[in-house]
């Protein structure tokens, strides 16, 4: 099998990978440096999903995402759930001598929102006041996770389309109060970021200047649709002009980060996600040829 | 199906001693913002979030609620869509979507596993048909349903386990009669005095004819996972009396009959992967 394999991921776009696309890159060993698993929808007890999941774990780095823990819930945490995510967690496939964290996905993320509803379940990222007692109800949640996995996570900011009146942090202060008091790392969402420009008059780029550069471990950009009152996080359309200007700017700020192309809704032919892996690559390429420069005057 | 583990009872209990009235304030605000998302959501009822929130003119709070609310909606009603294809077609899309509006304000969600959700569609059909006069003429809509909710759980059942032939073939024969078959987790039984085989496979997209199949009057159903993909198989009904027994545990001893009126003994059934294991009554 040619060496498709980069030493890094830190410096290399990936894309989310959807079941229309698994058996041609599959076939056809399409290059790919990294993938996004959404793992929610990789628990099945066995059939096609865990063969594809064997294959995909075996032969690309991967990283897990997941939507369904309601972190910021105050219902239990699920520790069986959390139990199938840590063996996934401890697959062995990939390997790749000299890469880091060989063997095993490299992490796993999930998002600072609920999602439980008492019994109920929303299915949907619903966003936390930002408020001193979330803080700690959320931070104190994530230890237990991290506990629980024996590893740090990243947690990611969300999206939102309404702000509640009891508010007393910027959404960028809210998020660095969080990962400094968890001590866990950060998924950087530039597209979520830019919704909620849109939705309630913030300035993104001062939450992301907010935010502790070096707990950035991963960025995501997507594409959203707009309403025209409003905008959705709709994962629908290519990432939009001022997101990646935004993400330009983003980059000068934390250096070169693994970056990932999410796209859900309307998933498109391989080819037009890979060239949009190809655009966040060639930023990431920029900024890691400037760090290189900088280094070298210094 | 998921159940609390020790872990978390243990770290609860040691927040609420270290933290104590602090914590209770905390949650239960939380808990207030969560209530108002379930009334919103599963209830239509936004007065409670509303009232939480910031407004403008061009983005009001009712508007800010409900693209909530239309997301976890339509999340379910497109789980439904995507679960009950073949009823989605016998009743047309808008149609479907109606019936998908009555189940999801019926069936809020109970489980974090999308998979899981669309469980007691089947009854609620069987229900409706009952009561309205539209669906008269669509009776086996409901097995359809059924059929469909079987294709779905063998796609994610557990793969099977190899049949213990060297432990079987060591037992003495003074043990056989109490011996109970395992039936592959991938395999669903159904019966319909409809011919909702045939109705489903004239709504697949598979290049086979179905203008030669026998419309039987009354089917016996085998949904078994097979090459990855869910399958679902006419069987005759002294196969299904068969491997209905073995799935509800009848041990050998009792078999006899049904085996006998078989057209595939045990061996084959083992060398089918259809019967998996085996263990003692």
Known sequence: ?298 | MKTLRQNNQLSNRSLGNQQGNQLDNKQSNLQKIQQAYSQAIYQADTNALELLIHGTTDFTTRTRVDVYRNNTLGTLKQTLADTYPVCEMLVGKNYFKQLGTAYVRQYPSTDRNLDHYGSEFPLTLQNLIEQRDELQKLAYLADVAQLEWCLHQAYYAPNRTVFDFERFSNLGSEQHENIVFKLADDIYLMESPYPIYTIWLSHQNSEENTDDLDSEPHNYIMVHRDSWQAQALLIDEALYLLLNAIKQNTPLSKLTDLLENSPMDIVTLIQQGFVTGFEFK
Not at chain 1, 33 to 41: I, S, Y
Not at chain 1, 44 to 61: F, K, M, S, V
Not at chain 1, 108 to 113: D, T, V
Request: hydrophobic letters at 40%.
């Open chain 1, 1 to 298: 099998m040619p060496s498709i394999l980069p030493h890094s991921i830190a410096t290399q776009a990936g894309i989310g990978l959807r079941t229309q696309h698994i058996n041609q890159i599959l076939d056809q060993r399409v290059p790919v440096p990294w993938f996004e698993l959404l793992v929610d929808n990789w628990l099945a007890d066995g059939g096609l999903t865990q063969r594809y999941l064997d294959e995909i774990i075996e032969r690309y780095p991967v990283t897990l995402h997941g939507v369904g823990l309601s972190l910021g819930g105050t219902e239990p945490l699920d520790f069986t759930y959390l139990g199938e995510i840590k063996a996934i967690l401890q697959l062995s496939g990939f390997n790749n001598g000299g890469f880091e964290n060989s063997n095993k996905p490299l992490w796993y993320s999930e998002h600072l929102c609920f999602s439980q509803l008492q019994s109920h379940y929303s299915h949907d990222l619903l966003p936390l006041p930002y408020t001193d007692e979330s803080v700690k109800h959320i931070a104190n949640r994530i230890q237990q996770v991290q506990d629980f996995l024996g590893c740090q996570m990243l947690v990611e900011n969300v999206s939102s389309y309404l702000e509640y009146k009891e508010n007393s942090f910027s959404e960028g202060e809210f998020i660095h109060a969080i990962v400094e008091e968890a001590d866990c790392n950060l998924l950087l969402d530039v597209n979520n970021f830019y919704v909620n420009q849109v939705n309630h008059g913030q300035d993104a780029f001062q939450q992301i200047r907010a935010l502790p550069h070096k707990r950035v471990k991963e960025i995501h950009l997507a594409g959203f649709e707009d309403k025209q009152t409003h905008v959705v996080d709709a994962h629908n359309n290519p990432v939009a002009d001022e997101v990646w200007d935004l993400y330009k700017q983003t980059l000068a700020l934390t250096g070169p980060v693994a970056t990932l192309i999410e796209w859900d809704n309307d998933v498109p032919e391989l080819d037009i996600l890979l060239n949009e892996r190809q655009k966040a690559q060639c930023f990431l390429d920029k900024q890691t040829a400037s760090v290189t420069t900088s280094e070298k005057v210094a």
